[in-house]
């Protein structure tokens, strides 16, 4: 079973920058579209942004757009979310996500199939 590794995430002020790293716990040929996800304590896990297997088209949330970068690099098998300008309403779980299956633009929890562990991202005003 292929899982994602996450590296990435802590603590900083507000208007400061973070990059968040992810990658593949083993060999994999079919790690298609990826994403980005963050969930804040009782509340939904919701899509921060999203990337296709090409990594031609991305998609973000409207609350990171313009300060929020995916990319990925698949000679590496590895997706990267450069997180700057944060805020202190950006503090959350950080879910880096793929699909073994589909090489779309996908934004659903339920698109995705391989997921990591969860990094946590904390921003103080």
């Known amino acids: 079973q292929v899982m994602l590794v996450q590296s990435g995430g802590g603590l900083v002020q507000a208007g400061g920058s973070l990059t968040l790293s992810c990658a593949p716990s083993?060999?994999?040929?079919?790690?298609?579209?990826m994403g980005w996800f963050r969930q804040a304590p009782g509340k939904e896990r919701d899509v921060v942004a999203a990337?296709?297997?090409?990594?031609?088209?991305?998609r973000y949330a409207d609350s990171v757009k313009g300060r929020f970068t995916i990319s990925r690099d698949n000679a590496k098998n590895t997706v990267s979310l450069q997180m700057n300008s944060l805020k202190p309403e950006d503090t959350a779980v950080y879910y880096c996500?793929?699909?073994?299956?589909?090489?779309?633009?996908?934004?659903?929890?339920?698109?995705?199939?391989?997921w990591g562990q969860g990094t946590q991202v904390t921003v103080s005003s």
């Open positions: 990337i296709t297997w090409s990594g031609t088209r991305t």
């Open positions: 996500a793929s699909s073994s299956t589909t090489m779309g633009l996908i934004t659903r929890v339920s698109d995705y199939d391989r």
């Open positions: 083993g060999r994999t040929s079919n790690n298609y579209a």
